[in-house]
């Protein structure tokens, strides 16, 4: 059985002047969005702050815990579901609690969950109890914050110079623009569709760091051979680079695919802890898959080795 | 079957065994004998549900503190000495000032200071006419000495008052310069031991100013919202006691704190209140007086009491933080993870059924793909999660959530390096080799493609590792172990398969 016949011929190269101009115009778009959304884009983990997850035992109708909340000098408190994607979808396991974050970004008083939870115990009709209480200081978020940007840095680096070594420089640069590539829509997407940064989302995009290159990397193998083989007469680049990603299309399609019914089990059905952790690998990877075919081999073909 | 592949399979074998012997403990708790070797999995405080605190400690205010006993210390030997001390103070940051009546014996002063309190550096003299102010500095290595020592003795007191909660397994470490790091498991109350860890507990023995002292007095508040004049020097304090406990006075039903003092605590109690019958002494913790009764008698049993108007967790929380010692520096909580029981319970099954569904697709689509070769696969991918668990068992890494998540982005990617292989090997065929030189060249040819992903994914695992706390570490954890497992299991447990195991189809050719 086979997805991709071996005689696949599609011109891929010559759609990367369309693909690069659209990933640029997304690119844009998503720079536009980070800096568009100011403080609001961290979330506890990194703007500092609580975030508490209260149980009841039914659902909830949301206005009233946001009413609840108002009344109280929490008006800036942000309520959501505490559920993966499935329980909000209606899939999955049916489960009769109801789960509700209620997050509070960094205030002068410091950790209010406390003053919270008493002041809506009393304003409540309903019992409901604390499953999950963090309070993040000015001090611990920031640092979380620059770890970020540093790892993020420091991978990008380190596969900048793994791949160097391994194929050769022009070739770790499409890999690293690729991956950039990835990091910055993965991230756009993920702050349009109104996610805040938390440490699950960075853990995410991280993974993208290192797991997209992979499939990178088995389109670069293949060119690699496909360059150096036939003795005769040296083909274009552009030729090897299509034919390269013709002949490893299967493989691209399906070790993406695999990892992506895994990411999109973990998204739906994985519980609130990892929403935004499942979310962003799911999205990371079907981008980084499109740009190891549309990006970082486009680049090999702009440097022009002489 | 060649030697080499029956000597690799008896290896393989040999793991597998050992695999089952390390995770036993995890899958069947109760059932197995003392002597069994390996211990269950530990689970972080995401699952089981438990406390993460990251806590600062103000080591600007321990400076302080010593420097304000040093300067208590330096004016009653100055005085002794026949030196016209008005009066010593700390002030600044790490100023400590000595206030002279005039300047007679100003060199003498200050060839002393120089001689017993190297660690003090002279700066400045202001002879104001009527009073004459000295100011010294602490030294900078003397202060970094003085934080560094101050975080130490901290985590040894959050470490005494948390044995006392009886927490099962706390671990508490130092984090950078001065955060510690307190994980408590199942813990119900959070706030009651945040508060306990966190109260300084200073405690301190007063005289109540009378007659001429009064020039020298503070003024303290007291408990009840009133303020006394209490003498600016402690004449004892919670160094002395030896231990405390809640008791109830039976006449007053009144809940009190019973001190026992040690035995030089005993012996300076003894003289104290010798030397002040009739005076009141106030008992001072954090800088709130708790009481000042009259010294009706010399006491000298080493056993002294606090009432104060205590309910009964407030006397159970200063039985615990004056048995374990005042803390050098107040603490801050710079970061806090409270996780429910009932919400790690759930995050479990969720994980777990997440992982079922997502290996489960993935099963079946190799199967249905790859065929016999597919079965190779899903043998692979078993074996797979079996070592990683094995190696998370005997590491003794804590699994989190990201950790389970990390299991199952393994899987996904265990998945690619068969995919790689199983593809190569498809297009020998087309070649026309024979099959087992197909399967040869197949894992040949894929080889470094395989480790040259793994790699990068591996390097990127572990800046993760290095960079996250507590869930996230997990996630790389599970993320690089199962690096390892993939290549093993793809590479060496695939090739040793091809090679064992007849993987034809009905019509002989090799069902891939």
């Known amino acids: ?240 680079i299509n034919r390269s990603v013709n002949q490893t299309m299967n493989r691209t399609v399906l070790t ?49 080795k002489d | 079957m060649t030697e080499s592949t029956k000597k690799r399979a008896w290896f393989l074998g040999a793991i597998i065994a050992i695999s089952f012997v390390c995770l036993a403990p995890t899958f069947f708790a109760g059932s197995l004998p003392e002597w069994w070797p390996g211990r269950k999995i530990k689970l972080g405080l995401d699952l089981k549900g438990g406390s993460y605190l990251v806590m600062g400690v103000e080591v600007g205010e321990a400076v302080k503190s010593t420097l304000s006993n040093t300067a208590l210390s330096l004016r009653s030997e100055l005085r002794k000495e026949d030196y016209p001390v008005v009066k010593t103070r700390q002030t600044g940051d790490d100023l400590l000032q000595i206030v002279l009546l005039n300047n007679r014996a100003l060199e003498e002063v200050k060839s002393y200071v120089a001689k017993q309190y190297p660690e003090l550096v002279f700066r400045e003299v202001e002879d104001a006419g009527v009073r004459v102010t000295l100011s010294y500095q602490i030294k900078a290595d003397e202060a970094l000495n003085i934080e560094k020592l101050a975080v130490d003795q901290a985590i040894e007191t959050i470490r005494n008052r948390v044995d006392q909660y009886g927490v099962a397994e706390p671990t508490i470490q130092k984090s950078g310069a001065n955060l510690i790091v307190v994980q408590l498991p199942d813990v119900t109350d959070i706030a009651s031991v945040k508060k306990t860890i966190g109260s300084v507990a ?139 029981a009932s919400l790690g319970a759930d995050a479990i099954q969720d994980g777990v059924f997440s992982f079922v569904v997502g290996a489960a697709v993935v099963l079946i689509f190799m199967v249905i793909y790859y065929s016999k070769a597919g079965f190779l696969a899903v043998f692979s991918l078993l074996l797979n999660i079996v070592l990683m668990l094995t190696l998370l068992s005997f590491l003794g890494a804590t699994l989190t959530l990201p950790g389970i998540a990390g299991i199952v982005l393994t899987v996904g990617m265990a998945v690619d390096a068969n995919i790689i292989i199983f593809e190569r090997i498809r297009e020998e065929i087309g070649t026309g080799a024979s099959a087992a030189a197909c399967v040869e060249a197949g894992f040949a040819k894929a080889h470094w493609t395989i480790m040259d992903s793994n790699i990068t994914t591996f390097l990127t695992g572990v800046i993760l590792y290095g960079l996250g706390t507590g869930p996230i570490k997990g996630f790389a954890a599970t993320l690089c172990l199962g690096i390892l497992t993939s290549v093993f299991c793809a590479l060496f447990v695939g090739h040793l398969g091809f090679q064992m195991f007849r993987m034809r189809n009905a019509k002989g050719e090799l069902s891939i």
Not at chain 1, 264 to 288: C, N
Not at chain 2, 285 to 313: C, H
Request: with cysteine; net charge negative; aromatic share 8%.
């Open chain 1, 1 to 240: 059985m086979k997805i991709f016949s071996e005689t696949l011929n599609i011109d891929f190269m010559k759609l990367r002047s369309a693909a690069i101009t659209m990933s640029l115009a997304i690119i844009a778009l998503s720079i536009f969005t980070w800096f568009n959304a100011g403080v609001s884009k961290y979330g506890v983990d990194f703007a500092g702050g609580n975030e508490i997850v209260l149980r009841f035992a039914a659902k909830q109708d949301m206005s009233d815990l946001r009413k609840a909340l108002d009344a109280n000098g929490f008006s800036s408190a942000v309520v959501q579901e505490f559920v993966d994607e499935g329980s909000a979808l209606g899939i999955g396991e049916e489960d009769d609690n109801h789960d509700i974050s209620v997050k509070l970004k960094a205030t002068e008083k410091g950790d209010v969950a406390k003053g919270l939870e008493t002041a809506l115990r009393s304003s409540l009709k309903e019992d409901f109890s604390v499953i999950k209480e963090d309070y993040v200081g000015p001090v611990v978020g920031e640092q979380i914050r620059n770890q970020g940007l540093t790892a993020l840095a420091c991978s990008l680096l380190v596969i900048l110079a793994y791949v160097s070594f391994r194929f050769e420089f022009r070739f770790a640069v499409g890999a690293v623009v690729a991956l950039a590539h990835d990091v910055i829509i993965t991230t756009g997407i993920f702050l349009l569709s109104g996610h805040e940064l938390s440490t699950g989302a960075l853990a995410a995009l991280l993974t993208i760091v290192g797991y997209s290159i992979n499939d990178t990397i088995i389109v670069y193998d293949r060119i690699r051979e496909n360059m150096f083989s036939k003795g005769k007469k040296k083909p274009a680049l552009v030729d090897v």
């Open chain 1, 256 to 304: 993406s695919g695999t990892t992506l019914f895994v990411t999109t089990s973990l998204w739906l059905f994985g519980g609130g802890g990892i929403a935004d952790l499942s979310y962003t690998l799911t999205i990371g990877i079907m981008i980084g898959t499109y740009s190891s075919i549309f990006i970082a081999s486009p680049v090999l073909l702009l440097w022009k």
């Open chain 2, 202 to 340: 200073k405690l301190e023995f007063r005289l109540v100013a009378t007659g001429k002292e009064i020039e020298e007095a503070v003024s303290l508040p007291h408990r009840d919202g009133s303020t006394v004049q209490v003498e600016d020097h402690p004449l004892m304090t919670g160094d002395a006691i030896k231990t405390a406990n809640v008791d109830i006075d039976p006449q007053t039903n009144e809940i009190r704190v019973g001190l026992s003092l040690n035995s030089v605590g005993a012996k300076l109690f003894d003289r104290i209140t010798a030397d002040n019958v009739g005076r009141q002494l106030a008992i001072v913790l954090d800088g709130v007086i708790q009481s000042y009764p009259v010294i009706r008698d010399r006491i000298s049993g080493g056993n002294a009491t606090i009432s104060g108007d205590f309910m009964m967790e407030e006397a159970r929380t200063l039985a615990i933080v004056l048995r374990s010692g005042a803390l050098p520096a107040p603490l801050t909580v710079e970061e806090e993870r409270t996780v429910g």
